[in-house]
T-cell receptor
Framework: KAGVTQTPRYLIKTRGQQVTLSCSPI?????VSWYQQTPGQGLQFLFE???????NKGNFPGRFSGRQFSNSRSEMNVSTLELGDSALYLC?????????FGSGTRLTVV | DQQVKQNSPSLSVQEGRISILNCDYT??????FLWYKKYPAEGPTFLISISSIKDKNEDGRFTVFLNKSAKHLSLHIVPSQPGDSAVYFCAALSSGNTPLVFGKGTRLSVIA
């Protein structure tokens, strides 16, 4: 059974650019959540999608957005990148109480 | 407002001894708790969980204890091994399609 796949693994972008990250959930999982991890801040919830609809949203600015496709794959987009957006972005697919995480995308903004 | 708190950023334990990682929560609606282990540049890996209807769950060397009245849970690792060195995250869920909420993590170092 394939796990959660996140692409790309690493990204370097310049301030002001925009970026799109991708997440393919475990087959059969309809819920995908996104988290941002920065040093000392733990995992902060960005948003959750279920059956192509945003079900929950964390406390992040509107520059952070996401979507989910009919095959449950999800993308998140960050526009007008800032240095503080440098982080590990993690995606989790879930069913019920079981959450499985991908390996993450390490985004560096220079 | 942090709903899940791990007040110890780091913990150092000798190999073979017990590691105890603590977690407190404020939201009384949480009814399911999970512990994840995380290595640098990797995603968190599920370790063990506990439902609010239980006060203890055991899986091999890992035991989680839940004290609902104190809104406190702890993860015990016995015996600790060098491979257990990682960051451990406590997380909580409430029923009703709410997101999984994490603490800030505790870095465990097991010294040989």
């Amino acid at each position: 059974k394939a796990g959660v796949t996140q692409t790309p693994r690493y990204l370097i972008k310049t301030r002001g650019q925009q970026v799109t990250l991708s997440c393919s959930p475990i087959s059969g999982h309809r819920s995908v959540s996104w988290y941002q991890q920065t040093p000392g801040q733990g995992l902060q919830f960005l948003f959750e999608y279920f059956s192509e609809t945003q079900r929950n949203k964390g406390n992040f600015p509107g520059r952070f957005s996401g979507r989910q496709f009919s095959n449950s794959r999800s993308e998140m987009n960050v526009s007008t990148l800032e240095l503080g957006d440098s982080a590990l972005y993690l995606c989790a697919s879930s069913t019920g109480y079981g959450y499985t995480f991908g390996s993450g995308t390490r985004l560096t903004v220079v | 407002d942090q709903q899940v708190k791990q007040n110890s950023p780091s913990l150092s334990v000798q190999e073979g001894r017990i590691s105890i990682l603590n977690c407190d929560y404020t939201n009384s609606m949480f009814d399911y708790f999970l512990w994840y282990k995380k290595y640098p540049a990797e995603g968190p890996t599920f370790l063990i969980s506990i439902s609010s209807i239980k006060d203890k769950n055991e899986d091999g060397r890992f035991t989680v204890f839940l004290n609902k009245s104190a809104k406190h849970l702890s993860l015990h690792i016995v015996p600790s091994q060098p491979g257990d060195s990682a960051v451990y995250f406590c997380a909580a869920l409430s029923s009703g399609n709410t997101p999984l909420v994490f603490g800030k993590g505790t870095r465990l170092s097991v010294i040989a």
